[in-house]
């Protein structure tokens, strides 16, 4: 594969249900690598786009993108997927969510008389980093305000798009008391398994970093036949989609 190539945007996915439409509709991409990764890099309008498949959970998508962006130069990492939205966020199957933050979810100390925060710890995620609130990660708010901009002008087709806390877990809200207590924890609108190791590794090479998930089902729900993956998954790439191909890429930055 090419060695340090420059891309304007890096999409970053778990599965290939969660790419495959973006992969149909762009037809100049180039398979530059299947393994370890599945990697694709070509051309969206007059920019460059990198299609990265990096597998389910935190370990998986932090390995990826930090292989990654070893060997290409992004100049913003875009994560996308389903992702299972709380019961109070006021979001519904198939509506949007864009990313204030990212948490790690069960990063912390655990006993009996309850859970605390990576600060009991007393040590840092980032070196150097003096975070009061160091499992988590902020996106830039003017990166999330273009983003939420360029999606309302590309139209939702009558859906939401909230913004504000993503909460990423190891261990998916199984039952109501689950999801609630992580939705209480975090005060997160969606639940989801990559955002927290993206965040972390695009935050230690310096690249900016958007998360933007359509709600698939509700945490906590696991029937599945109350989800609805297949059409929320196209809602969402093709939103992401028209958000980049209208993202005037500046010479100096994104």
Not at 67 to 78: C, D, F, K, N, Y
Not at 121 to 150: H, I, M, T, Y
Not at 188 to 212: D, K, S, W
Not at 219 to 243: A, E, F, I, Y
Request: one cysteine or more; hydrophobic letters at 40%.
């Amino acid at each position: 594969m090419r060695e340090s190539a420059a891309v304007d945007f890096l999409v970053v996915a778990a599965t290939s249900s969660e790419v495959d439409w973006i992969r149909r509709e762009l037809h100049g991409l180039c398979l530059v690598c299947r393994h370890p990764w599945r990697l694709e890099i070509g051309p969206i309008g007059n920019a460059e786009l990198g299609l990265l498949e990096c597998g389910v959970g935190e370990v998986n998508a932090g390995a990826g993108l930090a292989w990654t962006l070893s060997r290409i130069q992004p100049r913003l990492v875009v994560l996308i997927g389903a992702g299972g939205a709380y019961r109070n966020s006021g979001l519904n199957v198939g509506d949007f969510a864009l990313a204030t933050e990212e948490h790690y979810g069960e990063l912390g100390v655990r006993t009996r008389r309850g859970w605390r925060d990576w600060n009991a710890v007393g040590l840092p995620l980032l070196q150097g980093s003096s975070d009061s609130k160091p499992g988590c990660f902020v996106v830039e708010r003017r990166l999330v305000a273009k983003f939420r901009n360029l999606a309302h002008e590309s139209g939702l087709e009558g859906a939401t798009l909230k913004v504000g806390p993503f909460v990423t877990v190891s261990q998916v809200s199984g039952d109501d008391w689950a999801a609630d207590l992580m939705s209480r924890r975090f005060d997160g609108l969606v639940e989801n398994m990559e955002g927290a190791g993206v965040a972390h590794v695009a935050q230690r090479f310096g690249i900016p970093f958007v998360e933007y998930r359509v709600v698939s089902n509700y945490c906590g729900d696991r029937d599945k036949r109350n989800w609805d993956l297949r059409n929320s998954l196209v809602g969402n790439q093709r939103t992401v989609l028209q958000v980049l191909a209208a993202w005037e890429v500046k010479a100096d930055g994104i």
